[in-house]
């Protein structure tokens, strides 16, 4: 399947695109998710089992895990690469659960902020970031599209995506997740 084609899809059925990859030979044991999750595997492989029933998912290949189903995951020898779509039924985002998704996936999570009116030229980092805003708001400059972010707002910028940032007039808060990727299966 094609991934711009993939997140389109996801995009107009009320998921939330998020761009990850897994460390090899990871093994999350049975568990289930407060969110219904569509991916497309992009790269390496991932094992679903569920009612003890294994699948492995390979490049170009896509899954569905819908909220509350038990299963356990188990990543190939290479890592895997994935677009995934998440879509919770009960609502937005709330800051608990977003730390959760990270702490899930790996990410170390950092909470922070910025004075008011604080910006950053084009740069980019060598981690995939994940930011909610706790409070206040920041402008987002990438891809040469700007967009705002306000309180309960969520964005990603992956690695060596090139932008740049504004802090609103009352500053920001924020919990931001960072983490160093594997490039071999991206």
Do not use: W
Not at 28 to 40: G, I, Y
Not at 44 to 49: D, V
Not at 118 to 146: N, P
Request: net charge negative; proline share 4%; glycine share 10%.
């Amino acid at each position: 399947m094609d991934q711009t084609a993939f997140a389109a899809d996801l995009r107009r059925e009320g998921y939330r695109p998020v761009n990850t990859s897994v460390r090899p030979n990871l093994v999350v044991p049975n568990h289930c998710h407060d969110f219904d999750a569509k991916v497309l595997v992009l790269g390496g492989e991932i094992t679903i089992t569920r009612d003890n029933c294994p699948t492995t998912f390979r490049a170009g290949q896509c899954f569905e895990v819908l909220e509350g189903t038990m299963h356990a995951e188990h990543v190939g020898p290479e890592g895997v690469a994935l677009l995934s779509g998440r879509r919770r039924n009960g609502g937005s985002l709330t800051r608990e659960a977003f730390e959760s998704d990270l702490r899930r996936e790996g990410f170390d999570i950092v909470n922070g902020g910025q004075q008011p009116n604080f910006a950053e030229d084009l740069h980019a980092h060598d981690f995939d970031a994940r930011i909610m805003v706790l409070s206040g708001e920041i402008t987002v400059c990438r891809d040469g599209k700007a967009e705002v972010f306000h309180a309960g707002d969520h964005c990603e910028i992956p690695a060596l995506c090139q932008h740049t940032t504004q802090v609103g007039p009352q500053g920001v808060a924020y919990m931001v997740g960072k983490a160093c990727r594997r490039s071999a299966v991206n």
